[in-house]
Structure formats: C-alpha cells, structure tokens
C-alpha cells in the first residue's frame, strides 16, 4: 500500500526591499535637490554657527548608505533560502550553523545573527535626535547669555540685539529640526529592515521544520 506524500508548498517570494530602499533614497535624492535650489540647505548651514546641523545630517547621509548595503544582504539571504538551487555550503551557512543546535541556542543565534547590527543603528538614529537636543540647549544658552550681557536698552541698538537674540533661537529650532527629521526618516529604514530580518527568520524556522519532518 503506497502513501501519498504532501506537494512541498511554493516558497514565498522575496520582496523587493532593496529596490524599496533605492525608491526612498530616490525620493530623498529629489527633495535633497528641490530644497538646495530653494536655498533651504544654505539657509540651514547659515544659521548655524555650531555646525550641529552638519553633523546630523553626515550622520544621517552614512546611516542611510548603511540601510542599503544592510536591505541587499538581508534580500540576498531571502532569495538564497527561497531557491534551493543557489543554496551551496558557503551561502547557506544558517543551514549548518543554525539547524543544527538546539533549538533555543538556534533562535538566539539566528536573531543575532539577524538582528544583531540593527542595535547599533537604532542607537545613532537616537544620537541624531539627541544632536538635535543639544543645538538647542546650545541655543537657548546663547540667547539667555545674550540677554544677560545687557545693561540698559538702548533704542539705537535694538536691531543689533534683536540679530543676537534670533541667532540663538535659529540655532535651537533648526538643529532641533533636522535632528526630528534625520530620526524619523531613519527610523523608518530601520523599522522596514527589522520587519524583514524577523520574516527571514521566520522562513528559516519553518525551513527547519520542514527538514526535521522529512
């Protein structure tokens, strides 16, 4: 008496996370150059005397390179467990490395493994919202310093003061600005490369599920 065996479910396509990544930088690409012939970027570097907003914005421009290198690894790695074919000894090393330990020093390995780069990048997109924080601490304490200096108001000199007064506050709003901005585009990058790494984990527990029921 023959049994029948169960067809192998179709394994579910990669997504397109890196060309979702290319479409964002695209898109930051475009406003990048709409901003810079409105004058904004040189309106933002002008009122900054700290250079602060320089600084976010170097630490974003890196983090948002890192995105990318980080979301082609992660679709590689898909697309390697999604066609058995391409799966040779040296690119499908989580085959080896973490089906076959127990089973809950593989999950720890295999989120590290995972998951393990993104922690650094969470904590720079948070030292981008606290560069923000510090131009403003930063602005605030040149305009209470400015107001401090003045012995007597004198009307002759009041456009000069109002100058020194609204420096300090350009530098607190802007560099708080672009510190949000920086943090919350981001984050986004991150959040999309977490959600993926836990589907990729997901696929390689059911993948190691299906070979213990073979």
């Known amino acids: 008496m023959s049994t029948a065996t169960a067809a192998p479910r179709p394994a579910r396509p990669a997504e397109p996370l890196w060309l979702e990544w290319l479409t964002l930088v695209g898109g930051l690409a475009f406003c ?20 602060l907003t320089l600084v976010i914005i170097a630490v974003f421009l890196c983090s948002t390179l890192w995105c990318g290198q980080r979301s082609r690894e992660l679709q590689r790695q898909r697309v ?14 989580w085959a080896a490395e973490y089906l076959g330990a127990p089973g809950d020093i593989a999950t720890e390995l295999l989120l590290e493994h995972s998951h393990g780069p993104h922690g650094t990048a969470w904590w ?34 009041s456009q000069e003061l109002l100058r020194s007064l609204t ?9 708080t600005m672009v510190g ?28 190691a599920l299906r070979k213990d029921g073979a």
Do not use: H, Y
Not at 34 to 50: E, K
Not at 80 to 93: N, S, V, Y
Not at 128 to 147: D, P, R
Not at 186 to 197: M, V
């Open 32 to 51: 990048t150059w709409l901003l810079g012939v409105r004058g904004v970027w040189a309106l933002l570097l002008g009122a900054d005397p700290t250079g």
């Open 80 to 93: 390697l467990l999604a066609d058995p074919r391409l799966a040779r000894a040296d690119e499908a090393c």
């Open 167 to 175: 420096a300090g506050l350009g530098v607190a709003l802007l560099t």
């Open 180 to 207: 949000l901005v920086g943090n919350i585009l981001l984050g986004l990058q991150l959040t999309r490369l977490d959600r993926f790494a836990d589907a990729l984990v997901a696929d390689i527990q059911r993948a």
């Open 124 to 157: 720079v997109n948070g030292i981008q919202l606290k560069l923000g924080l510090l131009g403003k601490v930063i602005g605030f304490s040149m305009l209470a310093l400015t107001i401090g200096k003045l012995q007597s108001f004198d009307p002759a000199q």
